[in-house]
């Protein structure tokens, strides 16, 4: 079953590696809070996994626990939003009574559109350094499994994560071809082009060799399956390609900073909407400039204001 097909919910389940008393949930408003949370609250385990998912999220809501956590620290669930994004995470034992951190499992349900689940999906595996799907108690795994879930077993289960997976990979593929295919495009426009009082063709020269360093850096940082680092590698390659291009590219009097106002908007590109998720070279220069001397407002991505 292709990640395309899989509708608009994926449900994953994982091995947990690791849990510390690092939250408490507000008793008031079960809230995840911080362990220095001043007021009522109960300590909680959330364990590896689900600490670093919500991490990873853009913006998340507080998440809030719908079944809090009672004797058992480690045995609760909750669920948060995250843009288009909603998130449910349960925490159960399935081995040792519960008194082994690698006892536990989390089942995550994400809903919401494919490119936002397979990316999130794709970050956590990477954050991780273990397979999350690979279970340290199989046999035991398996009988939680089937009596949680009858419809799953622990390769269909393996299935999900790879599609995911696999989805994003496509999708970072597909756009570092074509950054490939758009800096052969300029390069050939600098070669039958020569400086005019409007662009410098040894300046461009200077940028197209940017580019294609970055184009490596790109190939190289996907291969480690780095994310964040593939698109600032691309971010770069499409100013330099700017820069390059005779028709907007570097004047022989323009400065640099002057140059960086024309830089464009890579979000558009790296990222899926449901409506359109091809990736058109052109859209390259077509995609609205940003001046850099706009004020961007600092977002808090943390989940409380409390300061550890």
Known sequence: MAAEDM???????????????????????????????????????????TSTLISLLENPETPMFTVPPSYNEQKWSLETTSGQMKIKITSDSYWGLG????????????EGPINLRS???YDLTSSLPYKPWEFKHLSSARKWIKRKYPNLDEKTNQNSWL???????????????????????????????QSTEYWDKEKAGVSLAAAEFDLE???????DNNAPAVERAIARIEASLI?????TGVHENESLED??????????????????????IDSINQIDSVPLNEDIPLIDLTFESEQE
């Open 7 to 49: 509708g608009q919910t994926s449900i994953l389940i994982c091995q947990v590696r690791s849990a510390k008393a690092e939250h408490k949930m507000d008793e008031t408003n079960f809230l995840l809070r911080t362990k220095h949370f001043p007021s009522a609250s109960k300590v909680v385990y959330l364990g590896n996994v």
């Open 163 to 193: 599609e995911l997976i696999d989805y994003s990979n496509q999708r970072f593929q597909e756009i570092i071809q074509v950054m490939k295919d758009a800096t052969e495009k300029v390069s050939q426009k600098v070669k039958i082009n």
């Open 99 to 110: 008194l082994f951190n690698s006892g536990y499992l989390n089942t995550i349900i994400l």
């Open 259 to 280: 140059v960086n106002k024309e830089r464009i908007i890579i979000s558009e590109i790296t990222i899926d909407s449901q409506e359109n998720s091809e990736v058109d």
């Open 243 to 247: 820069e390059a291009d005779p028709e």
């Open 119 to 121: 990316r999130i999906v």
């Open 217 to 223: 850096l790109a190939k190289g940082a996907l291969a």
